[in-house]
């Protein structure tokens, strides 16, 4: 059973657009976590949303957790090549206990 | 954050043999876990290493097949025991005092 969805699987974008990447759940996470992995590499932590409604920047990215703490979002302002990754979205249901990971989100940024 | 070092980071194996990788975190840390991403898919919890005491594991994964080490608090190992082709695959080790990071992985490969 797959607590997160994320969508969209794939997204193949032109340099300088805009995208959002979208975390569901019918699960109430106490955390949730945003992650980029390139290939050959680890995941690399972006952000943690604690707050139901909170909202997060990171340069060009955006992040948002749902009032009811059970989605998320990830919006990216004109992408660039560098944007290139999969991007994970990561919940934790109780406090220090592992995280459940979506299937992810392969973003291919264009120049 | 926390730095955390696996090795090997490759490895190509026959079939029937047992590889362990190791994971080294460069300080103490509450939890640490171990993960699988195989090509091109998100990651799956194997089990959580506990600090003392015998992992536990998610549905789908043995102890038989996955013996953990964990003997304190920056160090464990995750064994793949008769590894078959099936088994190839990225293992990641994490740690958490909070948020949850990521070692760069080990990329096994059983022919």
């Not at chain 1, 959002?20 to 952000?47: A, D, H, I, K, M």
């Not at chain 1, 090549?81 to 994970?88: A, Q, V």
């Not at chain 2, 038989?64 to 080490?69: G, L, N, R």
């Not at chain 2, 160090?75 to 990225?90: A, H, Y």
């Amino acid at each position: 059973t797959q607590l997160l969805e994320q969508s969209p699987q794939f997204l193949s974008i032109q340099e300088g657009e805009n995208l959002t990447v979208y975390c569901n759940s019918s699960s109430v996470f106490s955390s949730l976590q945003w992650y980029r992995q390139e290939p050959g590499e680890g995941p690399v932590l972006l952000v943690t949303v604690v707050t139901g409604g909170e909202v997060k920047k990171l340069k060009r990215l955006t992040f948002q957790f749902g009032d009811a703490r059970k989605d998320s979002s990830l919006h990216i302002t004109a992408a660039q090549p560098g944007d290139t990754g999969l991007y994970l979205c990561a919940g934790s249901l109780r406090s220090g206990y592992a995280l459940n990971f979506g299937k992810g989100t392969s973003l291919l940024v264009t120049p | 954050s926390a730095v955390i070092s696996q090795k090997p980071s490759r490895d190509i194996c026959q079939r029937g043999t047992s590889l362990t990788i190791q994971c080294q975190v460069d300080s103490q840390v509450t939890m640490m876990f171990w993960y699988r991403q195989q090509p091109g898919q998100s990651l799956t919890l194997i089990a959580t290493a506990n600090q003392g005491s015998e992992a536990t594991y998610e549905s789908g994964f043995v102890i038989d097949k996955f013996p953990i080490s964990r003997p304190n608090l920056t160090f464990s190992t995750l064994t793949v025991s008769n590894m078959s082709p099936e088994d190839s695959s990225i293992y990641l080790c994490s740690a958490s005092s909070g948020e949850l990071f990521f070692g760069e992985g080990s990329r096994l490969t059983v022919l």
